[in-house]
């Protein structure tokens, strides 16, 4: 289950065409990977080539998702160090979702809906409070 929800908003998301990195910042590690544009998506969690489909299917986290990558809960809320600004801009309903999350900063983001476009490398932040899944499954 991923991608989108028919429920609310769909996003506008330009795809990325070059190669760019993402260095996603847990709070044991930094695992840094390098996106690849013709392997997007990578797997069928969030939207295609959304910092949820990254992390999981690149890098490998379990990053917490329970309502499957389809922006209907707040559980894969990350926090976008560097690089934001090359991402899509957030929906309303995706604010909504980031309500309910704790310790939401300017640069909060729903990692299943924040779509990078390559144009810049980024650094994502996996909050302390939200670290079970990522630290039990790498």
């Known amino acids: 289950m991923g991608g989108s929800n028919p429920y609310i908003e769909q996003i506008e998301a330009k795809a990325a065409t070059q190669s760019f990195m993402v260095t996603i910042k847990t709070p044991d590690e930094n695992v840094v990977v390098e996106v690849d544009p013709s392997k997007i998506p990578y797997g069928p969690t969030g939207q295609p080539g959304s910092l949820l489909d990254i992390a999981m299917a690149a890098a490998g986290l379990d990053v917490e998702h329970a309502c499957g ?66 630290k039990e499954g790498h």
């Open 69 to 134: 990558g389809v922006c209907a809960c707040s559980t894969c809320h990350v926090i976008v160090k560097e690089g934001l600004e090359t991402c899509n801009e957030a929906t309303d309903d995706e604010l909504d979702q980031l309500d309910e999350a704790p310790a939401i900063t300017l640069q909060s983001r729903l990692a299943c809906q924040c779509v990078p476009d390559g144009t810049r490398n980024l650094v994502v932040e996996i909050p302390e409070w939200n670290k079970n899944l990522v």
